[in-house]
Structures are given as structure tokens and as C-alpha cells.
């Protein structure tokens, strides 16, 4: 066990939003990790001192890789784990990136007799509004969601909620709150095991700067 | 949908040209072979059974199987697993026979909608049951006999991971007395493992400060036999204590069988609970994402064929374990091939006929559908037999349509009786 665990540990980051804060955590933990890293254009980064390697992925793509163990764990928010179902660890709350997946709708929303929800996240729509009753035909789109009640698309939309103010400028409400969203820790199944002394490692040293945050 | 384009095949199945056969039917012997020194004599059942018997009862989920009406408009299955087909050949023709039973199987397995990544709707397994041992004994058995099947397919690096339901749901059980659903919330975030999820809900029960620490220590019971010590000192109550109690002897069986290096216990490892009653167990191998096997105890499964008894397994993923050996060169064949033409026919398939009773493959060919280059092949070594009157047979290896040959035989007799 001892002679795999020296083994590097593939680190599968989110590019974007949530990069900036999670490599700031992980330098918290006591990492290595260059500043110059958040603004490399660089897809495989490796950070042999640290025996770790970091994979740079568009975020939803992250759960994918840590699944099919080309990556042994990973951080990414808990909207994209709802959302896409995978059969992965989810081992820590990183409590970074924090916001809320919500319904929105024009304030003067009334019930329709075809109700439409435009999303980014159509499994996540469809599970909640299955829970709350209602059948509703579910629009998947890939950007600007907030465009669709304002024009017609749809008469509500199922999306993360971070300060409101994109809500605010566009006349839209905040009408319920889904769920809550951080971004997390995930891990492969098999190198959970596997790796399990790294891992582990990694998780008591981000556990602690998170709980000395709270 | 559209009508299929001709190369397509539905998705989730696989075409296995001859490289991966050998591949596959190696790492198949290799581990039927291992199962037979250990006593386990293999058994096949059908393809097809009755859904409200073997579909019903296979631990399966409903939305995975492959459902299909027969003529008389009675459901059937395909089968998607070994376990429950043997419990019901186990509980019917094998009736009289004594228990402990033990047998192993190699066998295609279907599912329907394979949620886990690299969806694929036939696969193989390749595994053993062992009916009607409760112990320890037979636990520590089947966990050294995957340990042993896993070495004899060449898989090197691996760990195996045990656990027991009975632990959880034991400590669960103390803890939350008569709140089954609180328990069953823990446990699905368990099944999912999705840790923080257990930590959340576990922060909103309303539980005395001592019992959610203990609750929450279990996410860390993973390594050797010192967990089983841990374990002890948690308030489980009778089944948790009789879990770790079996877990510990187990691992003490394992010890005697000398394959603790590749053992771990991990009590946060639990295994469908409607479905497996005991000790389970997951195995992982170095570089392949995906667990390689996976095994437990159920002892109420036999039951449900009217013969109940406490049974044991394990399933190897054999596909996988293709994936995982597939990197790795095939060991080079011996191959003859003989080339003739008219007047030689006799000569070369009757020789043709001789090396293939002594075990060598052999392939014929007329000489006039030769490619240019092995023409000139040819012609050198039949100038070679012309000189020192071999029997036409020789050393030289060489390749010949995307085949390797270690022999050339050459039967060119005189056309028409005379040049």
C-alpha cells in the first residue's frame, strides 16, 4: 500500500469561476501551487514536489473524469453533481463558490395550463417539479436562461442564483430556493481505495482550513 | 429513430475480433482453472429466464433488465447476473445435494440501462458461489479465491476492500431507535456515497452530541485489522458487535490464507442492503477506474426458490479485466503455413493433417493465390528443398496477410506429370 500511495494523485480542476478560490484553498492546505497557475492556458499542469497533477476541465466535464478514473479526485459544485448523476465519492464540502439553485419567473407569474421551464440543468428541473406535483415541459438551454421568460420561452427557469443582481437588472423574481450549492471534493471509487492514504491526507489538510473558516 | 446505418450495432454490445478472443479466453481458463483446483466445478444455465422467478429475485434493479415476452405473452429475462439462475438450479436439480456446494461460472450477463460510466449491455463474468456455509471460513474462502483468481488472470496490483451490512446496520439501528426513516436517509447518502450528504443530514437529526461524533467517525473505518479494534468501541449494540465479531474472524482466516497485503476492511463500504446480508466485498485494481470484482454474503436469496440457505460469492468483471490486461503483447503462436499446388495437394494436406495431430496450427494455401512477395519466398525455399531434399518443411519466421509464421512448408509437385 505504501509504494502506491507515493503514486501521483490526478487533481481535476474546474477552469473558470471556481478555480481561483479552490487553488487559494488548496495553497491554505499548504500546497505548492504557483499563483501563475490561474492564468496558464496550460491543460495538464504537474506539480511533482507535491506528487500531484492537475487536470484543467470546463467544470461539467469534471465529474465525467473522475468517474472514469482519468482523474483520481476532483473539485467541483454541487449543481454539476445534481445535475449529471455520477458514481463518484463526494468526501468534502470546500463551502467555496457559494450560491443556490432556484426557480424564477416574472413577478406577475400566474399557473399555465402548458407550463415551461427553461434550463441548464434539465434533470435537475424535472426531479424537483416531479417531487412538487407538477408536470412541466422542461426546455434545455445552454446560456443566457434568464432571456427565456422575458420573451416567451418559457414562463419559468431553473438556474443558480449567486447575488441576484443579473435577476434584479432583468425584472425577474426569485420564487423558490431548490437547494443550496458549494463546491466539493469528489474522488474515484477505485482510487478512494487505491489511494486512499493521499487522499486522505489531502482531505484532513482542507478539512481544517475550511472548519478554521467557519 | 432512424434506421441503423449497416456497420452499427445497438448500444452497450461489442464485436471481439481475434486478438481480444485470445485474450478473453485466456483470462477465462486462467480463472476457471484457479476455481477448479479450489474445488468449484463449473455449471452454465440459460440466457433466458422467467422474470417472475430469477428476475424477480436478482439483485438487479427492475429498470436494468431486458424484459421479453415469449409467445404465450409471459415476461422473461435476460439474465443479468449469475447468483440468483444458481440459487434456482441450486433450490430445483441440485436439491439433493449436500450443502456446502460449490460452484463457478462464466458467463455473458445483460443489463438494460447501465447507469455507471462505460455503459455496456452484455458483459462477461466469471465467478464462484459458495451454498450452504455461514462461517467465517467460507467468507475468508471466496475473498482468498478472488484474490487467487484475479492473480492466476494476471492482475497485479489490486486491493480488495471488505465490509458487513450488519455493522451499519446495527450502529444505526442503536443509534436512532425506531426512526427507520432517518436510518434509511443515512444510508441511501452511504449507497450514493455521498459523504457530505451523510454529514449534513447527520448535523440535522436531532441526535446527542457523543452519538453524531461516533456516527460520523465511521466515514474514516478504512485500513487494516485495527479498524475491527476501532469498530468494537462503538456503541453498536448485539449486531454490530456480531458483525465486527465475524468481520474479525474472517480476516483472521485470511491471515492463515496469506493475503492480508492485498486486504482492507472499509466499513463504509456497503453493498445493495435489500440484497446482501453479511460481509461484502469490492476489489480494485492500479489503473483501471472501475471495480474489477465484487462479492458478499446473501443468505436470504435461496429462500426465495423454496431452499433456504446461507450462500456466499463473487462475480469477476472479466471485460473489464480484458481492458485492463489489454495493453500487454500476446505471446507470439507457433503457425505453419503450406503452400501447394495440383500435383502437390496430397502430399501437403496429408502433412498438413500429420502436424496438426501433433498439436500445430496449420494453415494451407494454393500456391497460385500467393502474393508476389511470398512468391519469391517460396521459390527460394523450394529451390532449398530441391538442393538438399528436406521434407519441404523449414525454419524461418515471417508474416503472410497480417498473420505470423514460424514454419514454411512447400509442396510443389510437377504440374501435369512432366515439364
Same mark, same amino acid.
Given at each position: 500500500m505504501n509504494?502506491?500511495s507515493?503514486?501521483?494523485?490526478?487533481?481535476?480542476?474546474?477552469?473558470?469561476?471556481?478555480?481561483?478560490?479552490?487553488?487559494?484553498?488548496f495553497?491554505e492546505?499548504g500546497?505548492?501551487?504557483?499563483s501563475?497557475?490561474?492564468d496558464?492556458?496550460?491543460?495538464?499542469?504537474?506539480l511533482?514536489e507535491a506528487?500531484?497533477e492537475f487536470?484543467?476541465?470546463?467544470p461539467v466535464?469534471?465529474?465525467t473524469?473522475?468517474?472514469?478514473?482519468?482523474a483520481d479526485i476532483g473539485?467541483? &459544485?454541487k449543481? *454539476?453533481?445534481?445535475?449529471?448523476?455520477?458514481d463518484v465519492? @463526494? /468526501?468534502?464540502? =470546500?463551502?467555496i463558490?457559494k450560491?443556490?439553485?432556484s426557480?424564477?419567473?416574472?413577478?406577475?407569474?400566474?399557473?399555465?395550463i402548458?407550463?415551461?421551464?427553461?434550463?441548464?440543468?434539465?434533470?435537475v428541473?424535472?426531479?424537483?417539479?416531479?417531487e412538487q &406535483?407538477?408536470q *412541466?415541459e422542461?426546455?434545455?438551454?445552454?446560456?443566457s436562461? @434568464? /432571456?427565456?421568460? =422575458?420573451?416567451?420561452l418559457?414562463?419559468r427557469i431553473?438556474?443558480m442564483?449567486e447575488?441576484g443582481q443579473?435577476?434584479?437588472?432583468?425584472g425577474?423574481?426569485?420564487?423558490?430556493?431548490?437547494?443550496?450549492?458549494?463546491s466539493r471534493l469528489?474522488a474515484?471509487?477505485v482510487?478512494?481505495?487505491m489511494k486512499?492514504?493521499?487522499i486522505?491526507s489531502l482531505?484532513d489538510? =482542507?478539512h481544517?482550513?475550511?472548519?478554521?473558516?467557519? | 429513430?432512424?434506421k441503423?446505418?449497416?456497420?452499427?450495432?445497438p448500444?452497450g454490445?461489442k464485436?471481439?475480433?481475434?486478438?481480444?478472443?485470445?485474450k478473453l479466453r485466456?483470462?477465462?481458463?486462467e480463472?476457471l482453472?484457479?476455481?477448479?483446483k479450489?474445488?468449484y466445478?463449473?455449471?452454465?444455465t440459460?440466457t433466458?429466464?422467467?422474470y417472475?422467478?430469477?428476475?424477480?429475485?436478482?439483485?438487479t434493479?427492475?429498470?436494468?433488465?431486458?424484459?421479453?415476452?415469449?409467445?404465450r405473452?409471459t415476461?422473461?429475462?435476460?439474465?443479468?447476473?449469475?447468483?440468483a439462475?444458481i440459487?434456482?438450479?441450486v433450490?430445483?436439480?441440485l436439491k439433493?445435494?449436500?450443502?456446502?456446494?460449490?460452484l463457478?461460472?462464466?458467463?455473458?450477463?445483460f443489463?438494460?440501462i447501465?447507469?455507471?460510466?462505460g455503459?455496456?449491455?452484455e458483459?462477461?463474468?466469471?465467478?464462484?458461489?459458495?451454498?450452504g456455509?455461514?462461517?467465517a471460513e467460507?467468507?475468508a474462502?471466496?475473498?482468498a479465491l478472488?484474490?487467487?483468481?484475479?492473480?492466476?488472470q494476471?492482475?497485479?496490483?489490486?486491493?480488495?476492500?471488505?465490509g458487513?451490512?450488519?455493522f451499519?446496520?446495527?450502529l444505526l439501528g442503536?443509534?436512532?431507535?425506531n426512526r427507520k426513516?432517518?436510518?434509511?436517509?443515512l444510508?441511501?447518502?452511504?449507497?450514493?456515497?455521498?459523504?457530505?450528504g451523510?454529514?449534513e443530514q447527520l448535523?440535522?437529526?436531532s441526535?446527542e452530541?457523543p452519538?453524531r461524533?461516533?456516527l460520523?467517525?465511521?466515514?474514516?473505518?478504512?485500513?487494516?485489522?485495527?479498524?475491527?479494534?476501532?469498530?468494537?468501541?462503538l456503541?453498536?449494540?448485539?449486531?454490530?458487535?456480531?458483525?465486527i465479531n465475524h468481520?474479525?474472524?474472517t480476516?483472521?482466516v485470511?491471515?492463515?490464507y496469506d493475503?492480508?497485503?492485498?486486504?482492507?476492511i472499509d466499513?463504509?463500504?456497503?453493498g445493495?442492503f435489500s440484497y446482501?446480508?453479511?460481509m461484502?466485498f469490492?476489489g480494485?485494481?492500479?489503473?483501471?477506474?472501475?471495480p474489477?470484482?465484487?462479492g458478499g454474503?446473501?443468505?436470504?436469496?435461496?429462500?426465495q426458490?423454496?431452499?433456504?440457505a446461507p450462500a456466499?460469492?463473487?462475480?469477476?468483471?472479466?471485460?473489464?479485466?480484458l481492458?485492463?490486461?489489454?495493453?500487454?503483447?500476446n505471446?507470439?503462436?507457433?503457425?505453419?503455413?503450406?503452400?501447394?499446388?495440383?500435383?502437390?495437394?496430397?502430399e501437403?494436406l496429408?502433412?498438413a493433417?500429420?502436424l496438426r495431430?501433433?498439436?500445430?496450427?496449420?494453415?494451407?494455401?494454393?500456391?497460385?493465390?500467393?502474393?508476389?512477395?511470398?512468391t519469391?519466398?517460396?521459390?527460394?525455399?523450394?529451390a532449398?528443398?530441391?538442393?538438399?531434399?528436406?521434407?519441404?518443411?523449414?525454419?524461418a519466421a515471417?508474416s503472410?496477410?497480417?498473420?505470423r509464421y514460424?514454419?514454411?512448408?512447400?509442396f510443389?509437385?510437377?504440374?501435369?506429370?512432366?515439364v
Amino acid at each position: 500500500m505504501n509504494g502506491l500511495s507515493k503514486e501521483i494523485l490526478k487533481v481535476a480542476m474546474p477552469k473558470g469561476r471556481i478555480y481561483k478560490q479552490a487553488s487559494k484553498l488548496f495553497r491554505e492546505a499548504g500546497l505548492p501551487i504557483p499563483s501563475d497557475f490561474d492564468d496558464t492556458r496550460k491543460l495538464i499542469i504537474e506539480l511533482p514536489e507535491a506528487n500531484m497533477e492537475f487536470i484543467m476541465a470546463k467544470p461539467v466535464d469534471v465529474p465525467t473524469y473522475v468517474e472514469y478514473g482519468v482523474a483520481d479526485i476532483g473539485i467541483v &459544485g454541487k449543481d *454539476v453533481l445534481m445535475e449529471e448523476n455520477k458514481d463518484v465519492y @463526494e /468526501l468534502l464540502d =470546500l463551502g467555496i463558490a457559494k450560491c443556490r439553485m432556484s426557480v424564477i419567473g416574472l413577478p406577475d407569474w400566474k399557473p399555465t395550463i402548458h407550463p415551461r421551464v427553461a434550463t441548464k440543468y434539465p434533470n435537475v428541473a424535472s426531479a424537483y417539479f416531479r417531487e412538487q &406535483g407538477q408536470q *412541466v415541459e422542461v426546455i434545455k438551454l445552454n446560456g443566457s436562461i @434568464e /432571456l427565456a421568460p =422575458l420573451i416567451g420561452l418559457a414562463d419559468r427557469i431553473v438556474d443558480m442564483v449567486e447575488t441576484g443582481q443579473t435577476l434584479k437588472e432583468n425584472g425577474l423574481v426569485e420564487m423558490e430556493s431548490i437547494f443550496g450549492i458549494t463546491s466539493r471534493l469528489i474522488a474515484n471509487r477505485v482510487s478512494y481505495r487505491m489511494k486512499n492514504d493521499s487522499i486522505q491526507s489531502l482531505c484532513d489538510k =482542507l478539512h481544517e482550513v475550511i472548519s478554521a473558516k467557519v | 429513430m432512424s434506421k441503423p446505418k449497416m456497420f452499427e450495432k445497438p448500444i452497450g454490445v461489442k464485436d471481439y475480433l481475434p486478438d481480444a478472443v485470445k485474450k478473453l479466453r485466456h483470462i477465462e481458463r486462467e480463472a476457471l482453472a484457479c476455481m477448479e483446483k479450489w474445488g468449484y466445478e463449473q455449471i452454465m444455465t440459460p440466457t433466458m429466464e422467467f422474470y417472475d422467478t430469477v428476475g424477480v429475485a436478482s439483485s438487479t434493479s427492475d429498470q436494468k433488465l431486458y424484459k421479453l415476452l415469449n409467445n404465450r405473452g409471459t415476461t422473461l429475462v435476460l439474465r443479468s447476473e449469475m447468483t440468483a439462475p444458481i440459487a434456482r438450479v441450486v433450490s430445483s436439480l441440485l436439491k439433493e445435494s449436500s450443502f456446502p456446494l460449490r460452484l463457478s461460472y462464466h458467463s455473458n450477463v445483460f443489463r438494460s440501462i447501465e447507469e455507471e460510466a462505460g455503459r455496456e449491455a452484455e458483459f462477461f463474468q466469471t465467478g464462484v458461489e459458495l451454498v450452504g456455509d455461514s462461517s467465517a471460513e467460507a467468507d475468508a474462502e471466496v475473498v482468498a479465491l478472488a484474490i487467487a483468481s484475479l492473480k492466476a488472470q494476471g492482475v497485479e496490483r489490486f486491493k480488495i476492500a471488505i465490509g458487513h451490512v450488519g455493522f451499519l446496520n446495527g450502529l444505526l439501528g442503536e443509534a436512532l431507535q425506531n426512526r427507520k426513516e432517518e436510518q434509511e436517509l443515512l444510508k441511501a447518502c452511504l449507497l450514493g456515497r455521498d459523504h457530505v450528504g451523510y454529514r449534513e443530514q447527520l448535523g440535522k437529526l436531532s441526535l446527542e452530541e457523543p452519538v453524531r461524533r461516533e456516527l460520523e467517525s465511521i466515514l474514516r473505518l478504512r485500513g487494516g485489522a485495527e479498524i475491527c479494534e476501532q469498530a468494537m468501541q462503538l456503541h453498536g449494540g448485539e449486531t454490530a458487535k456480531d458483525a465486527i465479531n465475524h468481520l474479525c474472524e474472517t480476516w483472521e482466516v485470511l491471515k492463515a490464507y496469506d493475503v492480508c497485503d492485498h486486504v482492507l476492511i472499509d466499513l463504509t463500504m456497503i453493498g445493495d442492503f435489500s440484497y446482501y446480508t453479511g460481509m461484502t466485498f469490492e476489489g480494485y485494481a492500479a489503473d483501471l477506474g472501475f471495480p474489477v470484482v465484487s462479492g458478499g454474503r446473501y443468505d436470504n436469496l435461496l429462500s426465495q426458490f423454496g431452499r433456504p440457505a446461507p450462500a456466499t460469492g463473487f462475480a469477476l468483471k472479466t471485460t473489464r479485466i480484458l481492458e485492463l490486461l489489454g495493453a500487454e503483447d500476446n505471446v507470439a503462436e507457433e503457425r505453419t503455413l503450406i503452400v501447394y499446388n495440383t500435383a502437390g495437394r496430397k502430399e501437403a494436406l496429408a502433412e498438413a493433417q500429420r502436424l496438426r495431430g501433433q498439436g500445430a496450427a496449420v494453415v494451407t494455401e494454393r500456391a497460385e493465390s500467393l502474393d508476389r512477395e511470398l512468391t519469391d519466398v517460396v521459390a527460394v525455399k523450394q529451390a532449398e528443398v530441391m538442393g538438399d531434399a528436406d521434407n519441404g518443411t523449414g525454419a524461418a519466421a515471417f508474416s503472410y496477410k497480417g498473420l505470423r509464421y514460424s514454419e514454411l512448408g512447400v509442396f510443389l509437385g510437377v504440374e501435369g506429370g512432366g515439364v
